[in-house]
């Protein structure tokens, strides 16, 4: 297994030294205590493999931190998930001498688990339960101290999607590729741009539409403030993405609280729209990240989607190339790309309990 396949949304807090947990990581149902004995320690450095050549121990301790997380299952509606498996690979990088350690548990009756004393570089936490779209979390054990809060206090939250069989093929997706959902335009801007989702097209005025980009022009049809959208803010003050009588949420953006499952998270593995996660119906356009993904829902609840608009800024000339693509189901479902699990998911070879 790969590092990079780690790289991504980090949720595993590793520094604490725990007293007494052991190398291998001890997974249990519901929350366990944060130590066996005593207090944690802060920043301890954990042990180091012993093996390998001396030159790389200052690396492979820059890397290794201890499990000390806590979570609690939820589905899209907010209600536990128990009886749900979850099964944890801990990686152990060392030079010529890697290392995996696996073990396995079940939420309890509220959702809740906890993976608490392994010691390595990246863990893996999978959950699986017949009815629910697989999913989990996964990341390096060091990393950004804000993001790796996971505690009996202060739990993650993980969404899984119940599965409610809905059929792909009334899906309507379209892809990056699509020339269609390309448009470009030279001063004078419009102010507005309304994009019908279901047919792919620019909508007319008086026509159905699902997203609009809402732009601050001068009277030359130019971008106001240009170089704002160069700056270090989140946003781009100067457009906002307004959805038709419905509300929207950035799936990468902390601050409604509302992340994205998993690293590597595209448009078409989105089992379904997080309707309970939807805030407003215009929020000002994601500068953070290329993807600018968000779900949505519009025409009072009869289309849900994930939508990506990677190019919505005017270039400092004026010009604007817009390309976007996404996936909308249009039968009033929130449904998107369900999967159930399979013999392969549900199979415990290789990850022994821990209890």
Known sequence: MKTSRYVGLILVF??????????????VPGFQPMTLQGKPEVNSPPLVIPAGDPRRREYETSLQGRICYYARVIDQDGKPVPKAMVLVLLERLGWGNSSYSKCRTYTDEDGRFSVVGGIGSHVAISIIKAGYTPDGRHG????????????????????????????RKDLIVHRPADEHLRFNYSPPLPATIRIDLVRGVLAKQGEEW???????????????????????????????????????SYLDDPLPGFARPSSGFTYDNCPGVVVRGLIAETLPYLLRTEMTMFQFQSRGGKVHGIWSIPNGRPAANGDLDIDMHGAVNPTGSP???????????????GYPLSE
């Open 335 to 349: 449904a998107l790309f369900e999967i159930e699990p399979t013999e392969k998911h549900l199979s415990t070879e």
């Open 140 to 167: 390096a054990l060091k990393g950004d101290a804000e993001l790796l809060r996971a505690t009996p206090d202060a739990p993650a939250i993980i969404t899984v999607w119940k599965n409610t069989g809905f059929s």
């Open 14 to 27: 590793g520094f604490f030294n725990l007293v007494g947990c052991g190398e291998s990581p001890r997974a």
């Open 210 to 248: 699902d997203i609009q980009l809402r732009y601050a022009v001068n009277d030359k049809g130019i971008v106001e403030n240009p170089e704002s959208y160069y700056t270090e803010s989140r946003y781009m003050k100067s457009c906002h993405i307004t959805v038709n009588q419905g509300k929207m």
